[in-house]
């Protein structure tokens, strides 16, 4: 014991003549007041400014809304490095800021970018600092592309303790494309980033690294441990980003019932994910909601017979796959209580395919496999579907999403556009046709008509439907405004490729959005005349909410916003054993519009509860009419199977009007409800119900029922 004494002393003296060797050998670095702090520049450069206008050129700009995120760290210590980034980001389709490094802070400012014809856009980063070295240097230039994302990157290495300020700048720079122009030069953005550098008893870095050294010798045994530790975590946080690639077991047993048919594709999906078993057995298909994934209820064996719990497993294109990952890592992991249905673990695909599946699991009784809402409406009294609706799906979800929202004013197109079916349906055609440009202004569409033939500039590929033959295509969007959305049919799936910015493609007008609803709506009413704008619905003159589509999509509303889920269907929600409800499905989930999710449930009850009920009555859209008149006049009382039809669409009503703007005016939740109702007419699976084309009727008749209480 004694000999160990007399090496640690050693080992503390030689460990003090080397921080003194060191502070002998390195002279202090004098502190910088914070007063006399000025970024450095290269010489000969001068940085614009943010309030400097160089001249730009005449033509009308495009503006294209984008964001400017960075990210760095708040803290270092002496002698370490790290990463500073600037990206510039388009908000096409939204954005949540994203850490690279989670010991980083991220900030998200909004700023608009000019596109001008006949230049092009060059963007110009700098950074600028002192007391740190960093890498690289000077002007970091890159060509700036609409609906392409930039991003630069600075190593810094700190050379002194304390308080370092550093300066972020980015300039825009337009050069002619021909000869004639002139180059012109603004500045975009500029900010100022504060980072605190920490160092043992104020050393210098020399110093702090032969402390270091000493340490290093000193406490190897009981660091590397924790270094072990610190490393896996990091490795499984980038894990957790990342779409985890498997190899399919082929020996894997696949039964599906007998009314359930499996792709090629979801076949190899399953005997990846489920590698590790020796049989699957699968119960249920889900119907799609808006995203057009398919999803199945299954149930794996081992190989010495054991069952697993059931679960659900949803299949769809990486891209859809892994947003609906980040969405539930944003706004459901740490926000629902744990009863929720859960992801396990990130996405899985194999080599070799385009599409990508995530598996849910649930909290409940391993035996008993969770039924959807739908299944549950359609067998049970329609009084145990609204109590569910009442007491347990706002009770569980509510608190966390719909209850946190605050005051929101939008125009109305901003949340409900993307319900509704495109703007314009074409085929392609050869380049050999007269074509009128289509660039994205949705003044465009108003005056094509089927027939006439365009030529797409700067439509940006959302979605490939491979099984369909079909693309869509989607333009940035103005403020207040929704993007132009054009679906191309009949194309060859390998031609278009989601990401990808089209230019020079020629298309033929089948339809505008206008005939593809009148298209729908015929199929219950072959004889009505949707281009008056009043038409005669169950013997009674209501408003004809096509004709007034627009004006419905222009107005300002003041509502209240909140996380929502964004797709809430019946097949979304999942009953367990004890009533417990869960939530599958976060493709779409988001912050928006808070009455938005309930107007997609009442919708989506109207469609395929209520439309089954009427039908097993014989009843016609009369009656609903009839039931509507109950939800909106105080003293109307209906029994019988009508009296339960406004039991159930009362249940929905209930929990929306506790998160109502304003709790005395409805007019909110109608707004939302039309276009609801409207956006339901382009879903394919309500032809496909028995009692079809009964659902769509109910559903138009609803949203000019409604229209017309509006118009009161």
Known sequence: MKKLWKYLILLVLGIFLLVLAACAAEPGIEPTSLATLQPTQRPGTE???????????????????????????????????DIIRLALIPTIYGYSAQLEYPEH????????????GGYEAVAIARMDAVGMEFQPTGDQEQNLVEGESLSWRWTIYPQSAGRHRLSLSLRLRWDPSGEGGRVSEVSLWQ??????????????????????????????????????????????????????????????????GLEITLSETESILLKGLFHTYERLIITTRFSSGYSGARTLLVRPFRSDGRADAHAIVKFGTRKMIRAE?????????????????????????????????????????????????????????????????????FSTFGPAWWMQRRPYVFRMRQEYDHLLPVHLLLEAVGADHEASVLSGDLRQVQ????????????????????????????????????????????????????GR????????????????????????????????????????????????LEDLLNFQLQGTRSIIHGDLNLENILLGPGDLLWLIDFAATREGHTLYDFARLEVELTTKVVAEILSRHHSRVEDFLIVLDGLN????????????????????????????????????????????????????????????????????????????LEDR
């Open 325 to 393: 990952y980040a969405n539930y890592q944003t706004f459901v992991r740490q926000t629902l209580p744990p009863i929720t249905g859960r992801i396990l673990g990130p996405p899985v695909m194999v080599q070799g395919e385009e599409e990508a599946v995530l598996q849910y699991t649930f909290v409940g009784t391993p035996n008993i496999a969770p039924v959807s809402l739908r299944s549950f409406a359609l067998k049970q009294p329609v009084q145990e579907t609204a109590r569910l609706i009442e007491d347990r799906l």
């Open 447 to 498: 005056h094509l008509k089927p027939g006439d033939v365009v030529r797409i500039e700067g439509g940006l590929v959302t979605e490939v439907r491979s099984e369909r033959r079909t693309a869509t295509l989607t333009w940035s969007a103005l403020l207040e405004d929704s993007p132009l959305r054009v679906r191309y049919r009949h194309i060859p799936p390998e031609s278009f490729s989601e």
């Open 633 to 708: 006049e105080e003293g109307l009382l209906l029994d019988g199977f009508l009296g339960e039809i406004a039991v159930l669409l009362n249940a929905v009503r209930g929990i929306a009007q506790r998160c109502f703007y304003d709790p005395a005016d409805i007019k909110e939740f109608h707004k939302a409800l039309i276009l609801a109702y409207l956006g339901s007419l382009k879903f394919t699976n309500l032809d496909e119900i028995a009692c079809a084309p009964l659902p769509k009727a109910l559903a138009f008749c609803a949203a000019a029922f409604l229209m017309s």
């Open 105 to 116: 802070t991220v900030e998200l400012e909004d700023v608009e970018v000019p596109y001008l």
């Open 191 to 256: 900010a100022g980033l504060e980072i605190i550098v920490d160092a043992p008893f104020g050393l210098t870095a020399p110093q702090a690294r032969a402390l270091g050294i000493a340490g290093v010798l000193a406490g190897s045994v009981l660091v590397l441990p924790f270094a072990e530790y610190a490393a896996r975590q990091r490795l499984e946080r980038a894990s957790a980003s990342r779409i985890h690639r498997v190899r399919p077991n082929k020996d894997l047993i696949l039964e599906a």
């Open 501 to 548: 910015k089209v230019h020079g493609l020629y298309g033929q007008v089948v339809a505008s959005r206008f005939e593809l609803m009148y298209k729908e709506v015929a199929k219950p009413f072959p004889d009505l005349d949707l281009h008056s704008d009043r038409i005669s619905l169950g013997g009674r003159w209501l408003i004809n909410p096509l004709q007034r």
């Open 47 to 81: 940085i614009p400014p943010a309030s400097a206008t160089a001249p730009i050129p005449t033509s009308t700009p495009y503006i294209e809304e984008r964001f400017i995120e960075v990210e760095w760290p708040t803290h270092l210590h002496l002698g370490d490095s």
